[in-house]
């Protein structure tokens, strides 16, 4: 009897280390916390306007590309995005005269909620990030968005070796870059999955 609670015992405790590697630590939780996004908003969903929308995408890709070539943090390219935002809008706007449209633009440094998103290998879990937020005349089309930072849209595709040491570069760890990128590993699934439920529970 003694023997059978002992097993008993050890499985128990096997079980609950096996379970605890599938559990998110608080670092894996702050992922959401290196990610700069970009959000680009049509003043409608016609045709002339989405395409409005894609220029002034251009542009402000064109613009931040360049600007955050010395950003090592995501607190850094943060500082740089502020310091930015009138040329950016100013920017915005000129493309959209050139366009011949009257509309007003608006560029933003704030916080969004953004549904689950991939790019390439990398997939984001759905919640709240620090975004670049460029609403065009009344906003009411379709939008765009990408990753400022790390930057995944103003350069080009990397080597996984090399993207990976860019994320590890800009703050990520190596299991929120596993987390991210490792579909494959049930143990990352389970994370990423349990990331998105708590970030929706405590960002109400």
Same mark, same amino acid.
């Given at each position: 009897?003694?023997?059978?609670?002992?097993?008993?015992?050890?499985?128990?405790?096997l079980a609950a280390?096996?379970?605890?590697?599938?559990? !998110?630590?608080?670092?894996?939780?702050?992922?959401?916390?290196?990610?700069?996004?970009?959000?680009?908003?049509?003043?409608?969903?016609?045709?002339?306007? &989405?395409?409005?929308?894609?220029?002034?995408?251009?542009?402000?890709?064109?613009? /931040?590309?360049?600007?955050?070539?010395?950003?090592? /943090?995501?607190?850094?390219?943060?500082?740089?995005?502020?310091?930015?935002?009138?040329?950016?809008?100013?920017?915005?706007?000129?493309?959209?005269?050139?366009?011949?449209?009257?509309?007003?633009?608006?560029?933003?440094?704030?916080?969004? #909620?953004? !549904?689950?998103?991939?790019?390439?290998?990398?997939?984001l879990p759905s919640?709240?990030?620090?975004?670049?937020?460029?609403?065009?005349?009344?906003?009411?089309?379709?939008?765009?968005?990408?990753?400022?930072?790390?930057?995944?849209? /103003?350069? !080009?595709?990397?080597?996984?070796?090399?993207? #990976?040491? #860019?994320?590890?570069?800009?703050?990520?760890? !190596?299991? &929120?870059?596993?987390?991210?990128?490792?579909?494959?590993?049930?143990?990352?699934?389970?994370?990423?999955?349990?990331?998105?439920?708590?970030?929706?529970?405590?960002?109400?």
């Open positions: 009897m003694k023997n059978k609670l002992i097993l008993a015992l050890c499985a128990a405790v280390a096996s379970f605890s590697s599938f559990l !998110p630590t608080s670092d894996d939780l702050s992922l959401y916390d290196n990610v700069i996004r970009l959000h680009v908003i049509a003043n409608s969903d016609s045709d002339a306007d &989405q395409e409005l929308k894609l220029r002034v995408r251009d542009r402000m890709l064109e613009l /931040t590309g360049s600007a955050l070539d010395g950003a090592e /943090t995501k607190a850094e390219a943060e500082e740089v995005m502020r310091a930015l935002l009138p040329e950016l809008e100013a920017a915005a706007a000129d493309v959209i005269s050139e366009d011949g449209c009257g509309y007003g633009v608006k560029a933003s440094l704030t916080v969004e #909620e953004y !549904p689950r998103k991939s790019y390439g290998t990398v997939t919640g709240k990030y620090t975004s670049l937020r460029v609403i065009i005349g009344s906003g009411e089309g379709h939008n765009w968005w990408c990753v400022l930072f790390p930057q995944m849209c /103003t350069r !080009p595709a990397s080597s996984p070796a090399k993207q #990976e040491e #860019e994320f590890t570069d800009a703050g990520f760890t !190596p299991s &929120q870059y596993k987390i991210i990128t490792d579909s494959e590993n049930v143990r990352y699934v389970v994370k990423f999955r349990i990331i998105e439920i708590i970030k929706s529970i405590f960002d109400k």
